[in-house]
């Protein structure tokens, strides 16, 4: 049985983090890490794993942290911007450059990012977000960084001893 693997990131900060110092120490933030968490959904037939690292903080725009799973169709499955596609060819990730619940309007842009099936796949975005606590205003931003694939032996080391196959920096 296959087992998907999906390892996010998010670095976030307000705009009293945004110094050279808080910016470097930002950058020094690793992008892979040892895959600590257990598989905890199914996935088309597959066991699925979301491990995730960095902040996620708590805001009144999203009072539970940000990343959830939700069923978009049959053949669909949303988390984050990301959709994973059960398509004729195997697992296929796209994404979206609408966020959960908070752009509305236009039709969404989808980018096909690529197949689960071949090596993994690393995709990187920023975004901003506004933020209503205690009568104030502020902006949220973060870097998003998604490390995902699919393989038929676990090994907690994946991101580390192998480079991605196909990357993505600014989605």
């Known amino acids: 049985m296959s087992l998907l693997i999906f390892q996010i990131t998010i670095k976030q900060w307000d705009k009293g983090q945004n110094t050279t110092s808080d910016q470097s120490a930002?950058?020094?933030?690793?992008?892979?890490?040892?895959?600590?968490?257990?598989?905890?959904?199914?996935?088309?037939n597959s066991e699925c794993i979301l491990d995730q690292h960095g902040d996620d903080i708590a805001t009144n725009v999203f009072s539970q942290g940000r990343i959830r799973a939700s069923v978009?169709?049959?053949?669909?499955?949303?988390?984050?911007?990301?959709?994973?596609?059960?398509s004729s060819?195997?697992?296929?990730?796209?994404?979206?450059?609408?966020?959960?619940?908070?752009?509305?309007?236009?039709?969404p842009n989808v980018q096909v990012l690529g197949p689960l099936n071949e090596q993994w796949i690393q995709a990187r975005y920023n975004w901003r977000y506004s933020v209503l606590e205690s009568n104030q205003i502020y902006w949220m931003y973060e870097e998003v960084i998604l490390n995902a694939m699919c393989v038929e032996e676990f090994d907690s080391n994946v991101f580390i001893k192998t480079e991605p196959s196909i990357v993505f920096n600014d989605l």
């Open 72 to 86: 978009s169709s049959v053949d669909r499955v949303k988390f984050d911007r990301f959709e994973i596609v059960n």
């Open 89 to 107: 060819t195997g697992l296929v990730l796209e994404y979206s450059d609408r966020g959960p619940g908070l752009d509305k309007g236009e039709s």
């Open 26 to 44: 930002r950058s020094a933030l690793p992008s892979v890490f040892p895959i600590t968490a257990k598989p905890t959904l199914s996935i088309f």
